[in-house]
């Protein structure tokens, strides 16, 4: 049977594991990896990163034995887990003296009373069905929209941000840099996805530099902010958002969803600085009957 793990055997672990990294000097191979990664907590991604590298693994998509059978796949024979560390919750009475976490399916509450082991495998380290990645984001493709970007751009620059186009690491799209005052788009992007791309850091260079919301919240709210422009053009980004948003929510419709309200003030605040032009004048004034709104309720 798992061992329980106390709290600071936990953060040991999690802290020596970072030091690792940074002594071994990769870093920043690791928040790239992390960045594309956010099925885990930050805890157990650092964890699953070491034991990857250690081993001579290039981690992809990883899941527990059960979720690789549902998938048609299998653990082969002598491969050894990826440890991950996972809560333990008890709705019996000792767990009183915790505050309740979560709720059953019954609506009890139920009490986090510590940590065990569990365990992962890598996509390598199975075989079987051919293995298609669940919610994974899909570039757009096609045309953009010059007079948007270019609105964009001038508001970036207004707030004292340089806007650059350059060659990024393989995955990464665009980012924002507080400290810097800079938003940089791949060159490697469609015009559509650029647009995209460029929406959602405009996002976050607007409503993120005080730093007073989660990550996971901020993600969302920054892709529902580019959504929402892109439909607005007459651009479907449902094939790259709504996978981002439930992978950034953690599968989560309403957490997905705790963002709407912030990115739609911020899309009302840009629409009425472009209503003057036939960019966004036929959007209705009333919050739109998204088909973001709608896919997510069907999660």
Request: aromatic share 10%.
């Given at each position: 049977m798992s061992r329980y793990f106390t709290y600071t055997e936990l953060r040991t672990q999690v802290e020596d594991a970072i030091q690792r990294l940074v002594?071994?000097?990769?870093?920043?191979?690791?928040?790239?990896?992390?960045?594309?990664?956010?099925?885990y907590s930050p805890r157990n991604t650092v964890l699953i990163y070491n034991q990857c590298k250690g081993r001579g693994i290039d981690p992809s998509y990883v899941a527990g034995y059960k979720r690789w059978r549902q998938l048609g796949r299998w653990v082969k024979r002598g491969?050894?887990?990826?440890?991950?560390?996972?809560?333990?919750?008890?709705?019996q009475a000792d767990a009183a003296e915790h505050a309740p976490l979560d709720e059953d399916q019954r609506g009890r509450p139920l009490r986090l009373v510590g940590f065990k082991s569990a365990y992962v495998?890598?996509?390598?380290?199975?075989?079987?069905?051919?293995?298609?990645?669940?919610?994974?984001?899909?570039?757009?493709?096609?045309?953009?929209?010059?007079?948007?970007?270019?609105?964009?751009?001038?508001?970036?620059?207004?707030?004292?941000?340089?806007?650059?186009?350059?060659?990024?690491?393989?995955?990464?799209?665009?980012?924002?840099?507080?400290?810097?005052?800079l938003v940089a788009i791949s060159d490697a992007l469609s015009d559509s996805q650029r647009l995209k791309t460029l929406c959602h850091e405009f996002a976050h260079a607007m409503l993120h530099e005080t730093n007073t919301v989660e990550r996971e919240l901020a993600e969302c709210q920054a892709e529902t902010f580019a959504y929402l422009v892109m439909s607005s053009l007459g651009i479907d980004a449902t094939q790259y958002s709504i996978p981002y948003l439930l992978r950034w929510s953690k599968g989560s419709a309403s957490a997905a969803l705790d963002g709407f309200e912030d990115a739609y003030e911020l899309f009302i605040a840009v629409r009425?600085?472009?209503?003057?032009?036939?960019?966004?004048?036929?959007?209705?004034?009333?919050?739109?009957?998204?088909?973001?709104?709608?896919?997510?309720?069907?999660?």
């Open positions: 002594e071994e000097g990769v870093w920043s191979d690791f928040l790239e990896f992390a960045s594309n990664f956010t099925t491969e050894n887990g990826l440890r991950i560390v996972v809560p333990v919750l008890s709705k495998f890598d996509l390598s380290q199975t075989e079987g069905d051919e293995f298609i990645e669940p919610l994974s984001p899909k570039h757009l493709s096609g045309p953009g929209d010059q007079e948007v970007e270019e609105y964009l751009r001038s508001r970036l620059s207004s707030r004292g941000f340089q806007l650059v186009s350059e060659r990024l690491k393989t995955g990464v799209n665009g980012f924002t840099d507080f400290s810097r005052r009425s600085e472009l209503i003057a032009t036939p960019v966004l004048a036929d959007y209705p004034d009333e919050a739109p009957d998204s088909d973001l709104c709608k896919l997510l309720t069907l999660v």
